[in-house]
Structure formats: C-alpha cells, structure tokens
C-alpha cells in the first residue's frame, strides 16, 4: 500500500527528529502533519527520555522548539510554507514506541489495530508488553496483540483516579467505588 505524501514526510521527519532527539536528551513521542498540502501545519510532540522524569514543561518545550525548527528548515522535507507546533503529548499521550507499552503499563489507554477483518478497536487498561505482544485488559478479558499490528493507542486520561497519565503518580493499585 502506497504511502500519502503526508506519511511519507512524517516518516522522514520522525526519522530526522529521532536521530537528533538523544543528543538533546529528548524524546519525540509523535510527529503529525496535517492541513493543506501547499502550507501544512507539523505538530511534534516531546518529552524527557527518563521514564521517572517530571513532564516537560513549557519552559522546556520552548528551548526545545529552536532545533527542531532549525533540523527541519535544514532537510527542507516540505516544499513551501508550513507551521510548526511544538508541544507536550499532552494527557491522551500516543504510545509509538515498544518502551511505551511497558512504560505506561497500569494505564487506561484506547488502542486501534490494523486489520482488514474483525474487531479494530480496544479500550482497557495496558498491562505491557511482553515478547513483541501487547497485553490490554477489558471488560471482556484479557487481549494480546503483536506490535506491528496496532495502528494507534493512546491513553485515556482518568480525573477521578492516580495514575501516571492523569496525576503524574508512578501508578501502583488503584482504589475506590465504582
């Protein structure tokens, strides 16, 4: 299946920034180009590489957003105009990468699978990552699936209990009524 030009300059762009991202001690949780194609607008998203790390703060991003800019007009993978976005992941943070799943294990998250048959879509809580499967629990049990099949997963951010996404805990067990 062919790649749309915006996949394909977030790839390039994903493959540029990542290079650079360790030498600042950064991690580039997600690229998105999105908009028109004759001035679209690129969305990267940081944080710290430290799993036990506070989370980026504006301060952060801002310092941040002058080499990223620089990479990016440097390579020049977007012939004309474009905006650049630099920002947190935010609470409904994307989980790319394999250190994700076991980093963000405890989590409620929503996650998308690409298959062409069957069900597509789970909503539970992430259990990790074990052997290239992802493990979710749901309502219905307990599922796995490889990693190369999943399209998407993002957490789902909880207000009313402790967890990594929502408070900035280091997760541990969760109680109260329901």
């Given at each position: 299946m062919a790649l749309s030009m915006q996949e394909e300059t977030r790839a390039r762009l994903l493959e540029l920034l990542e290079a650079e991202a360790d030498a600042h001690g950064i991690d580039i949780v997600d690229v998105e180009?999105?908009?028109?194609?004759?001035?679209?607008?690129?969305?990267?998203?940081?944080?710290?590489?430290?799993?036990?790390?506070?989370?980026?703060?504006?301060d952060e991003v801002s310092a941040e957003t002058a080499w990223i800019s620089d990479l990016i007009d440097e390579a020049d993978p977007i012939e004309g105009h474009y905006n650049l976005e630099v920002s947190s992941p935010g609470l409904a943070r994307?989980?790319?990468?394999?250190?994700?799943?076991?980093?963000?294990?405890?989590e409620n998250v929503s996650l998308t699978l690409n298959v062409s048959e069957g069900r597509r879509k789970y909503t539970g809580r992430l259990e990790g990552m074990e052997d290239d499967q992802v493990r979710i629990t749901t309502d219905e049990g307990e599922f796995s699936f490889?990693?190369?099949?999943?399209?998407?997963?993002?957490?789902?951010?909880?207000?009313?209990?402790?967890?990594?996404?929502?408070?900035?805990?280091?997760?541990?067990?969760?109680?109260?009524?329901?």
């Open positions: 180009v999105v908009g028109a194609s004759k001035a679209p607008t690129v969305r990267v998203r940081i944080d710290h590489v430290a799993e036990d790390a506070d989370p980026i703060t504006l994307p989980l790319r990468k394999r250190r994700d799943f076991v980093r963000f294990a405890g490889e990693f190369g099949d999943i399209r998407a997963c993002t957490i789902k951010p909880s207000f009313d209990q402790p967890g990594k996404g929502a408070q900035g805990s280091k997760g541990g067990k969760r109680s109260g009524k329901r």
